[in-house]
């Protein structure tokens, strides 16, 4: 039960897009589309912005996207906002039956 | 609006026991899966564990199982953990969220093992 990898830090300015990777192996992300992505603010509980690789709830901006190649998921925030400085983390279902998270990145706007 | 209120964190010595409470309102609780999700402090989130519909199957985090049980009363709309043997370790904020794809997250309680 490894932790996904995601990338300990990402930054951009205003404006710009990221992307942050998730990347897990063949018993997890790789096998099924069962890959979600949650926002956690300091202190606040966390909030999915992406469930199933791509599907965005209602609610969430569109500037949020999530996609997936093989054992990596991806989530790309474009028009980068000040309020999009968080905490973010992926998770996926496993061939263990069990979930998983990622390490966690922390997103900062310059 | 669907609610999950977490409680029964508190401060416990190590061996100890503690059970945590997850009260579910505004959904049809009996028809998701249920999780357990825990963040020690300054840390990741870390899976720890979830249970079918009807309890009838449940699944655990390595780390904590054979200590920890996972548990419902869909009567009562709550979802229960019994931590047994706690380690520091175990310190941590716990969560209760719903299944995918909805994932709704209660506020945490927060289990202090010193």
């Known amino acids: 039960q490894s932790a996904l990898t995601q990338p300990a830090s990402v930054s951009g300015s205003p404006g710009q897009s990221i992307t942050i990777s998730c990347t897990g192996t063949s018993s997890d992300v790789g096998v099924y589309n069962y890959v979600s992505w949650f926002q956690q603010h300091p202190g606040k509980a966390p909030k999915v912005l992406i469930s199933d690789v791509t599907q965005r709830p209602s609610g969430i901006s569109n500037r949020f996207s999530g996609s997936k190649s093989g054992n990596t998921a991806s989530l790309t925030i474009s028009g980068l906002q000040a309020e999009d400085e968080a905490d973010y983390y992926c998770?996926?279902?496993?061939?263990?039956?069990?979930?998983?998270f990622g390490g966690g990145t922390k997103v900062t706007v310059l | 609006e669907v609610q999950l209120v977490e409680s029964g964190g508190g401060l416990v010595q190590p061996g100890g026991s503690l059970r945590l409470s997850c009260a579910a309102s505004g959904l049809r609780f009996e028809g998701y899966w249920m999780h357990w999700v825990r963040q020690s402090p300054g840390k990741g989130l870390v899976w720890v564990s979830r249970i079918k519909t009807d309890g009838s199957a449940t699944y655990y985090a390595d780390s904590v199982k054979g200590r920890f049980t996972i548990s419902r009363d869909n009567a009562k709309n709550t979802l229960y953990l019994q931590m047994n043997s706690l380690r520091a370790e175990d310190t941590a904020v716990y969560y209760c969220?719903?299944?995918?794809?909805?994932?709704?997250w209660g506020q945490g309680t927060l289990v202090t093992v010193s």
């Open positions: 998770n996926s279902y496993t061939t263990s039956g069990t979930w998983v």
């Open positions: 969220a719903r299944d995918r794809p909805t994932w709704d």
